[in-house]
């Protein structure tokens, strides 16, 4: 549901409350017949430039476009719109490290392709088999996934049935906005709908539109959609260093969306593809008790993968929140040892143990991924914006628990983290000692055991070093035995952050907190603070507060409590809110914020009508 509440002009409700003022059916669209302008009264909420956008219903129903009703001049400025931090600029280091993801991506998908020939080539057509099937299914579920998250972005809404017959449509509905429709009174800004568009463009965007839809089909079938997307993450942040500043607002604030989308897409296809594939070749090379080349250039790749794409999402998922201090390169490398070596210690004992017990090796893997599961769903994570999806992100994160840490709920993480790594510094021990205990003398020697048993115990130490060196030295909030910072960057007292000048036009869009009930009082402009259209106003009407001239663009307010970290923002795994953000972001001459609902006060809950 949006509303979009602007100087001089009533706001456009969307969706409207059905006829008869009752808000319990499906909402239908409403639009002024034809001959009719938009316009209407003006409210004292109207003055601040808020566009309020709430969620629309879960059940699949398209959006509309909205008639963007941006103020053309700045109005006073919001209560609590203080300027975010400004973004900084697109540097050689992003521009390397996505490059570097997509060397990653390429060599870890050519590598198993190149084992699984010589698998058939050699008439080895079983692990011919399994090696191919870890690289085609992940392959083509993240390819699936992705197309659907194309089809959404990029599909033509339909238009609605009174939208069809403008005439007999009612005018734009008033009723939320708490003042009376008066489009003659002095001030109401009268906006005409555009003109419809000639069918010679009609066509030539038709053309355009079939274009698009047959090279990104293209693209998926021959599974590249996550290339198409690092090159889009490239050219976007490329533009958002060389375009004009309103312009770079708007490509970093794509590029951001972008990199979230293939962070998400690469975490899945790893530990659906890489993974599993690390643990095959690992127990290839114990049973066959040889390491053929293409072997371990597979395995390393793989391992290689799983390493980068945990640090490269943690990388990613902090520079999208504002509220976090975003990880430096150096940090991100740092991780990556981390993961590398502790994943390296999980797959060995992984393929030792399943040389020599495979049935056992099956059971255990379930047994420990349902234990993880359970542990994950009793922690009630708040990532997705459904229950079913939360189920099946929790299933997810499951299987990635199977083989390292990866946290999921805001807070001090170190009790946990402590928990899961002794858990499985227990696990690596049993798995590797059943092994010796068990394994082929004949094929092995007691010395070569030995050897192993000491990389898989050093690995995992290595990998619990690099862990402390990332808390202790290069995390974000600063050393774990130190002072922390949660977003404001401070030296001396964490009272004050440090911000933009107030007259600063800052980019690009960032969440900020909700407005409370107490901070509205008294204060003139706010949408709370219009007058109700039958109540007997004072005579001496109170003095109005000064305030400072806005400079900032308008507040884009979501209905929904914000999400803590490390879950994603609502913006970025919504992808209607997305479209309705980027659409008000690129018609808008400065930068939009973003207000979440607070759930501390309570007027704030029955303020909008949720459909969530």
């Known amino acids: 549901m949006l509303r979009t509440p602007l100087p001089g002009a009533a706001p456009f409700s969307w969706p409207p409350a ?3 003022g009752s808000r319990g059916g499906r909402p239908q669209p409403r639009f002024p017949a034809e001959g009719q302008t938009w316009g209407g009264g003006c409210s004292s909420s109207l003055a601040s430039g808020v566009v309020s956008v709430l969620p629309l219903e879960s059940s699949g129903a398209e959006a509309w476009p909205l008639p963007l009703l941006l103020p053309e001049q700045p109005g006073p400025a919001h209560p609590l719109a203080a300027a975010p931090p400004a973004p900084r600029a697109y540097s050689l280091l992003d521009c390397c490290w996505v490059l570097c993801a997509l060397l990653v991506f390429f060599s870890d998908g050519a590598s198993d392709l190149w084992l699984a020939a010589d698998y058939y080539l050699r008439r080895q057509l079983w692990w011919f088999g399994l090696t191919l099937l870890f690289v085609l299914l992940p392959s083509l579920v993240v390819q699936l996934l992705s197309f659907r998250w194309f089809v959404y972005d990029y599909a033509a809404p339909r238009a609605p049935g009174p939208a069809a017959n403008p005439a007999a449509a009612p005018a734009a509905s008033t009723k939320d906005s708490g003042c009376t429709k008066d489009s003659g009174r002095p001030g109401s800004a009268l906006l005409s709908p555009p003109p419809a568009p000639a069918p010679s463009a009609y066509r030539t965007r038709g053309c355009c ?3 698009i839809w047959i090279l990104q089909s293209l693209i998926h079938l021959l599974q590249l959609g996550q290339v198409w997307r ?12 060389w375009q004009s500043e309103h312009r770079q607002r708007h490509f970093f604030w794509r590029m951001m969306f972008e990199s979230a ?23 290839i090379m114990v049973q066959q008790n040889n390491i053929e080349p293409l072997q371990g250039l597979s395995a390393s790749a793989s391992l290689v993968s799983l390493a980068w794409m945990i640090a490269s999402y943690q990388k990613v998922l902090r520079d999208s929140r504002e509220d976090k201090m975003p990880m430096s390169y150096k940090g991100a ?3 990556i040892l981390w993961h590398l070596f502790t994943i390296a210690a999980r797959a060995i004992a992984f393929a030792l143990f399943a040389s020599v ?24 994570t708040d990532f997705c914006m459904s229950k079913w999806e939360e189920i099946i992100y929790n299933m997810v994160v499951g299987i990635i628990y199977i083989f390292c840490w990866f946290n999921v709920k805001e807070g001090r993480s170190r009790c946990r983290m402590a928990i899961y790594y002794t858990i499985t510094l227990a696990e690596n021990a049993a798995l590797t000692g059943l092994w010796y205990m068990y394994y082929d003398r004949q094929a092995t020697s007691d010395f070569d055991a030995l050897i192993i048993v000491c990389v898989v115990s050093s690995s995992f130490a290595l990998g619990i070093f690099f862990m402390f060196i990332y808390y202790c030295l290069l995390h974000p909030n600063g050393p774990v035995f130190g002072p922390q910072t949660t977003g404001c960057i401070f030296k001396k007292a964490p009272a004050a952050c440090v911000g933009p000048p107030e007259d600063v036009i800052t980019s690009p869009p960032r969440s900020l907190p909700r407005t409370t009930g107490g901070e509205r009082e008294g204060v003139p402009g706010d949408r709370d603070s219009c007058v109700p259209v039958f109540q007997v106003r004072p005579s001496v009407p109170p003095t109005p507060v000064a305030r400072a001239p806005r400079t900032e663009g308008p507040v884009i307010r979501i209905d929904l409590p914000r999400k803590k970290y490390p879950a994603w923002d609502a913006h970025f795994i919504d992808r209607r809110l997305r479209k309705t953000i980027l659409a008000l972001e690129y018609s808008s001459p400065a930068t939009p914020r973003l207000q979440y609902r607070s759930m501390g006060a309570s007027q704030e809950v029955l303020e909008y009508e949720t459909t969530v």
Do not use: N
């Open 18 to 20: 059905p006829e008869g």
């Open 209 to 211: 539109r079939l274009c």
């Open 230 to 241: 690092y090159l889009r993450t490239l050219y976007l942040g490329l533009q958002s260093r």
């Open 261 to 283: 989308d293939i962070s998400m897409l690469r975490l899945l296809e790893t530990f659906l593809k890489s993974a599993p594939q690390l643990v095959l070749q690992l127990s």
């Open 333 to 335: 490398v740092v991780q």
């Open 357 to 380: 017990f495979q049935l056992y090796f099956g059971i255990f893997i379930v047994t420990h991924w349902c234990i993880m599961t359970f542990w994950i769903i009793q922690g009630e």
